[in-house]
């Protein structure tokens, strides 16, 4: 995994594609606090957490995983769940690589 000093800017940001990498949880908040929609795999499948009027939403593909959350994207890292484990989980047992940053 690539340090957290490497993922900052020179103006103390997160860089915004980390294309095909393990990021830290503070960096996949970063991206979803600053509105991005995020693509990633996990045990082989592709996800994606859009960003929708109605607010945020968890894909596997055509597949709507959660409902739409408008809120603090701490409680939804807390809330969204792949196999039953709890998204905050997957992202700091480097579980989950960046496919796609939009």
């Not at 000093?5 to 860089?15: I, P, V």
């Not at 393990?22 to 929609?37: A, K, N, V, W």
């Amino acid at each position: 995994m690539i340090g957290e000093e490497k993922m900052k800017n020179s103006e103390g940001n997160f860089d915004d594609m980390p294309v095909g990498e393990i990021i830290s949880y503070e960096h996949f908040l970063y991206l979803l606090d600053t509105g991005r929609e995020i693509e990633f795999y996990f045990n082989n499948k592709e996800y994606f957490i859009g960003h929708h009027k109605e607010g945020r939403v968890l894909w596997q593909k055509q597949i709507q995983l959660s409902d739409y959350y408008n809120g603090d994207n701490r409680i939804l890292l807390d809330t969204f769940k792949i196999e039953s484990v709890t998204l905050r989980e997957l992202i700091n047992k480097e579980h989950l690589k960046i496919s796609t940053v939009f």
